[in-house]
């Protein structure tokens, strides 16, 4: 009966060990976070706490700069693109995959203009990762896909420079023949 019951007990001792530690070591509500900073600014009387906000990326509202800057444009590039997969010269998989660009605000009419230049490149990098290998196996994994991503920002930089912050892979679908 014992035997039956340990089990049991265990369970119930580590999921609420596990829930009370989450909630003891869970970062205070937002509002409770602002009250305690600003009764510590109050506390020094000296001015620190306004120079240290300051200092941290605040304004002496408490908000931080990222609150006022202006968000980045995600420009989802027009049509997806179509890796073929060459083993021993024979087409073993096709894989498909589309690309949306995060760039600096203002920046789509550009994207749009450069976009044919902007598709070939991109191929050419998709081709070369596709001839390395890279859509074989689990071709999926974090340490697969980004040295592909920083090989199509690079590409994309020498086009839009650093107004493209990133290229994001939105979809990507390997078929096999």
Avoid: C, W, Y
């Avoid at 931080?64 to 800057?69: C, K, P, R, T, Y």
């Avoid at 989802?76 to 021993?88: C, D, G, L, M």
């Avoid at 230049?117 to 689990?138: I, Q, S, T």
């Amino acid at each position: 009966m014992l035997s039956k019951l340990l089990p049991i007990l265990m369970l119930l001792i580590g999921v609420g060990g596990g829930i009370g530690a989450g909630i003891m070591l869970a970062p205070p509500p937002a509002e409770e976070h602002d009250a305690m900073t600003a009764e510590e600014g109050a506390d020094h009387g000296d001015g620190h706490g306004e120079e240290m906000a300051e200092d941290a990326g605040h304004d002496e509202d408490g908000h931080s700069d990222d609150e006022h800057a202006i968000p980045n444009d995600f420009i989802k590039i027009s049509n997806q693109f179509v890796i073929p997969v060459v083993e021993r010269d024979q087409l073993t998989s096709m894989v498909v995959v589309s690309l949306s660009l995060e760039t600096k605000p203002g920046l789509a009419e550009k994207v749009h203009s450069f976009e044919p230049k902007l598709r070939d490149v991109f191929l050419r990098v998709l081709f070369d990762h596709a001839n390395m290998g890279g859509f074989r196996g689990a071709f999926t994994r974090s340490e697969v896909l980004d040295p592909l991503r920083t090989s199509l920002r690079e590409e994309g930089r020498r086009f839009l420079g650093k107004d493209l912050v990133d290229v994001l892979i939105l979809d990507i679908t390997r078929q096999d023949v």
